[in-house]
């Protein structure tokens, strides 16, 4: 096996992800019981997912982003992430102090297994990073509610896929997330619901690379919410992915014109609905514009300025074909990857001791974090197969990851496979 240090090629084959195992029959998407090994596929369809706060539409939205969007530092940390730890008391104590009114630093690592309901003035600081080792499967993991003024600043959350939104205001008067960083939730970092007066400034957003994320920040009318968000503030949003900076959907679009007296008489006329809604929304964000999602419903994103949009023929194009900034052939690699991926995830999660699970990730241009955390405390080898090279990672061979790392490069992947440790 060669182990050197290599650099990820620019040019991508045609689309060929697939992930193979022994003992499992071709396309299987769930392994053998008792098989040694675990077979993954690409090919396999993901069900869509749809947040509950806007039930009806998800998109597929996310605007090319051919030319590489600005990339997300390490933090210095050097504790390991772990998929489970076995005492949550740290967590605890800060849910606590929250639910009661009482506002708190995080400074060091602090696992989480529960969503924390805020519904006094309080303020969340610090440099600390929390991490979301339980699934949490309704909701947000920071819910602000009901008129509660919550400012967070300097804070990491790392979702860990177990998330939809690492942060939701819904229905308050006021509230910031200042210079926070969000890093692996389902579907967005940030979301506004009939809240005003929020701010969402220096953050940097990536939420995980699955099929269900579709937007950085939402602004959002939920079921049954009749408050129309206004005095937004979106500024100074690094985001390392393709994802809309903002997003609405038909049923937010929907309720706004329903609850806005300017709007009496729009229906349909969405244009006049997301105009409304740019006027409510200051900062340095792009403005919303009507697109389309799969379905055909209206939609309104505001696209992440990195992604590479200016040819109007693309542009044209791509809305036709769904209301997205990129090729329906990136789009495809694209969802492929993310399929590999997730269920490169699964597959260990639910992989016994000893099993060997395998990868071909030749249209990967890096490897999550995410992927590589069961390995962590489990006797499990994992095998990803990338242009020519195998690189074989274990629990002993990924050292110390930083809980603040997003992905790595297939460089920093032939590190590990050599036995070194992440740079700290």
């Not at 009806?56 to 030319?67: K, M, N, S, V």
Request: proline content about 5%.
């Amino acid at each position: 096996m060669n182990n050197s240090l290599r650099k990820l090629t620019a040019g991508l084959t045609a689309l060929m992800v697939m992930a193979t195992m022994t003992s499992v029959a071709a396309f299987a998407d769930e392994p053998v019981p008792g098989a040694s090994d675990t077979t993954l596929k690409t090919t396999e369809t993901t069900p869509e997912t749809t947040p509950e706060t806007t039930p009806e539409t998800t998109p597929e939205t996310t605007p090319e982003a051919e030319t590489a969007a600005t990339t997300l530092t390490a933090a210095t940390q050097t504790t390991p992430v772990q998929p489970l730890v076995d005492d949550y008391s740290q967590w605890e104590e800060i849910k606590t102090k929250l639910e009661s009114g009482q506002s708190v630093e995080i400074t060091g690592e602090v696992h989480a297994n529960s969503a924390v309901v805020i519904t006094e003035d309080v303020g969340i600081t610090g440099n600390g990073t929390i991490i979301l080792d339980t699934e949490i499967k309704n909701g947000p993991l920071f819910d602000i509610r009901t008129d509660a003024d919550c400012a967070i600043t300097g804070i990491t959350i790392n979702g860990n896929g177990n998330v939809k939104h690492g942060i939701q205001f819904w229905k308050t008067d006021s509230g910031s997330v200042d210079g926070v960083t969000i890093l692996n939730t389902k579907y967005t970092g940030v979301q506004i619901n009939g809240s005003s007066n929020v701010s969402v400034t220096n953050c940097t957003i990536s939420p995980s690379p699955l099929d269900s994320a579709y937007a950085n920040v939402e602004y959002s009318m939920g079921s049954g919410v009749t408050t129309v968000p206004q005095g937004i503030t979106v500024s100074g949003i690094i985001a390392n992915n393709d994802l809309p900076i903002i997003y609405a959907d038909q049923a937010t679009m929907d309720r706004v014109q329903e609850n806005t007296s300017e709007l009496s008489g729009s229906e349909g006329n969405y244009q006049a609905i997301v105009d409304y809604i740019n006027n409510q929304i200051s900062g340095n964000a792009p403005e919303m514009e009507v697109a389309t999602n799969a379905n055909g419903d209206p939609i309104t994103v505001a696209p992440n300025p990195a992604s590479d949009d200016s040819g109007d023929d693309s542009t044209s194009s791509s809305r036709d074909s769904g209301g997205s900034g990129e090729s329906e052939l990136t789009r495809q690699r694209r969802e492929a990857v993310n399929r590999l991926w997730k269920s490169t995830r699964n597959a260990l999660l639910e992989a016994a001791a000893g099993d060997v699970v395998t990868a071909e990730a030749d249209e990967a241009d890096n490897v999550p974090t995410y992927v590589l955390l069961p390995l962590y405390g489990a006797d499990l080898t994992l095998q990803i197969s990338h242009e020519g090279e195998t690189y074989t990672l274990t629990d002993d061979s990924i050292g110390a990851i930083s809980s603040n790392q997003v992905y790595f490069t297939f460089e920093k992947v032939a590190e590990f496979d050599a036995g070194e440790e992440a740079a700290e």
